[in-house]
Every structure is written in C-alpha cells, then in structure tokens.
Nanobody, 130 residues
Framework: QVQLQESGGGSVQSGGTLRLSCAVS????????MGWFRQAPGKEREGIGG???????SVTYSEKDRFTVSRDNAKNIVYLQMNNLKPEDTANYYC????????????????????????WGQGTQVTVSS
C-alpha cells in the first residue's frame, strides 16, 4: 500500500523559511515521479514542482528563485525547500506520486499541470503572516 505523509508545515512570518517533507512508504521514490502542490482557500490547486520519471527535478518558473525540490533515496523522502515566504504562499501543501512508467511522468511540467497522480498525501498547512 502506497502512502505519502507530509510534514514540516507551520506558521512563519514573511521572509521566513520552511522545509516540507514527504515520507513515502510502499514504493521507493526512485520508482515514481512526484509532485508538490498547494491549495489555498477558495482557490484552485496549483502545481509547484517535482521529479519526473528520470529523477530530474524542477519547479515552476514563478517559484524557481524561492523554492527547490530534492529527495533522499536512502530515506525515501522528498523535500520542498521554501525560502523568502510570502503571505500569498499560505496554503495547504500536498505531495503526490505516480508510477514512473506512466505517461504523466514524462515531465514535471506535465505532472504538475495535469495533477494526474495516483497517490496523494493528506497535506500540511503553511501559514505566512505579514
């Protein structure tokens, strides 16, 4: 059974830093592609970044100067490092995974645009105050 568990969310002031973790069980992180998403109240879910089927990481252009994704294969954890946080980053943050053979996994752009990933975590709340 594949399970994803996010952690590391919390409340920070504008300009602060958080590192979110997504602990994966049931599969290895190298056997899936993964994405990070967020959803603020009243807004649609948006993709942030992730890893494609080959393990290449990227984030959306709008966040590339503040957010980075990484993973620890030995620990089976994927991370989202968020720097210089802004109030508009306030949202519930999710990680998601899809078997790497899936067409969805061909690129990070595709997986975060389509959100067509099979496994999702419960999310972790990030609140940024001004």
């Amino acid at each position: 059974q594949v399970q994803l568990q996010e952690s590391g969310g919390g409340s920070v002031q504008s300009g602060g830093t958080l590192r979110l973790s997504c602990a994966v069980s049931g599969v290895t992180v190298s056997s899936v592609c993964m994405g990070w998403f967020r959803q603020a109240p009243g807004k649609e879910r948006e993709g942030i970044g992730g890893f494609d089927r080959d393990g290449s990481a990227s984030v959306t252009y709008s966040e590339k100067d503040r957010f980075t994704v990484s993973r620890d294969n030995a620990k089976n954890i994927v991370y989202l490092q968020m720097n210089n946080l802004k109030p508009e980053d306030t949202a519930n943050y999710y990680c998601a995974a899809e078997p790497r053979e899936s067409y969805t996994c061909r690129s990070v752009q595709r997986l975060i645009k389509t959100s067509e990933l099979r496994y999702w975590g419960q999310g972790t709340q990030v609140t940024v105050s001004s």
